[in-house]
């Protein structure tokens, strides 16, 4: 059989593959896995500066990634994201995903992609293009290099900036990410729009998430998107699209900048009951909810056997449970996060 057989057979196959189906009728095609919690970077609404990792032998190995995001493809993701902390500096992170693309080639997974701080993309833009990544997203927060420095501590804004003009050069499409933060950079965020748009980048803003102890107060950083918008309606026209890429974002599209802003608001208006994702941190927890703290052990089974069985069965149990919603909170009343762990230990 040649290699064009080879892979019309594995469509067939994916495309008659079993879905999983949550409690609430929710396909769960989307998978979102985290190859380390270790960043370059400390940004304040995430980590505090003087965090404690883990440690290196409590890590999935860059084979356990493999076997377990390819047990969620053939169970019916199509869609997958690596995360961190920060990707990108997971050493060997390029030999894990030359070995996914495959899926890209079979046929049996639409889309390959990762979330990163930008900060080592002029290393690896060609060789992501190369391994079948279309799309990348990249947080940025401002465009204000001392603010940019205040808010990662450890970020060279410079640094970053060249890894977009990288990925750009290399064919990769962007979407920035950024977090919108009161008094930080609320007065920033429409000359970021026009910026991003001039550039042929998309810009998506996001409600910071009250995951984890930070040093600082997430009430007086807090900013809901509904207010944000509110303020952009007067300056522009915005109209709402139906244009999705598979996550929470909802759009509009900016008539005077001709481009796509993008809106996740998990605390002023949730998207739960559209949620297709689950999320497995670097250690092989699966969190059936960002926002929750019920968890399942893959690691455990999948080193129980050489086969996947018994990883098929935790997955399918896990899948079982995934719960309704989130409870995020934050106003002056809830001093503790909402969940214990940070975000950069589920992945972004």
Not at 41 to 57: G, H, I, N, Q, S
């Amino acid at each position: 059989m040649d290699q064009a057989e080879n892979i019309k057979l594995d469509k067939a196959v994916a495309a008659a593959r079993p879905r999983m189906i949550d409690p609430f009728k929710r396909p769960i095609t989307y998978l979102r896995v985290s190859v380390t919690d270790r960043c370059d970077f400390r940004c304040v609404y995430c980590m505090a500066e003087d965090m404690t990792f883990l440690p290196k032998r409590d890590l999935l190995t860059l084979e356990e990634l493999d076997r377990l995001s390819s047990a969620f493809i053939a169970k019916g993701v199509r869609k997958l994201r690596l995360t961190g902390g920060e990707p990108l500096v997971r050493r060997g992170i390029m030999q894990l995903i030359r070995s996914l693309s495959r899926h890209l080639d079979s046929g049996a997974l639409e889309e390959l992609t990762l979330t990163t701080n930008g900060s080592q993309l002029a290393r690896f833009a060609s060789e992501l293009a190369d391994c079948g990544v279309k799309r990348i997203n990249v947080s940025l927060d401002t465009l204000d290099a001392g603010k940019f420095k205040a808010i990662t501590r450890w970020g060279d804004f410079d640094k970053v900036m060249g890894g977009l003009m990288a990925a750009r050069s290399a064919g990769l499409k962007v979407k920035l990410n950024a977090v919108a933060l009161k008094g930080f950079n609320d007065d920033e965020i429409p000359s970021m729009i026009e910026w991003a748009h001039g550039e042929g980048m998309e810009l998506t803003l996001i409600e910071t998430m009250p995951m984890g102890e930070i040093d600082e107060d997430r009430t007086d950083r807090y900013l809901p998107l509904s207010a944000v918008r509110a303020s952009l309606a007067e300056r522009w026209t915005l109209k709402d699209i139906p244009f999705r890429t598979g996550g929470p974002a909802r759009y509009v599209e900016v008539a005077e900048t001709g481009g796509r802003l993008g809106f996740i608001t998990p605390m002023t208006h949730n998207f739960c009951e559209s949620c297709n994702r689950v999320r497995v941190t670097c250690t092989g927890t699966l969190f059936m909810c960002l926002g929750q703290e019920d968890a399942a052990d893959l690691r455990g089974p999948m080193r129980a056997s050489e086969g996947d069985e018994l990883l098929n069965q935790a997955i399918d149990a896990a899948i079982s449970r995934k719960p309704k919603g989130h409870d995020f909170v934050i106003d002056r009343l809830t001093k503790a996060p909402s969940v214990s762990r940070h975000m950069s230990v589920t992945g972004g």
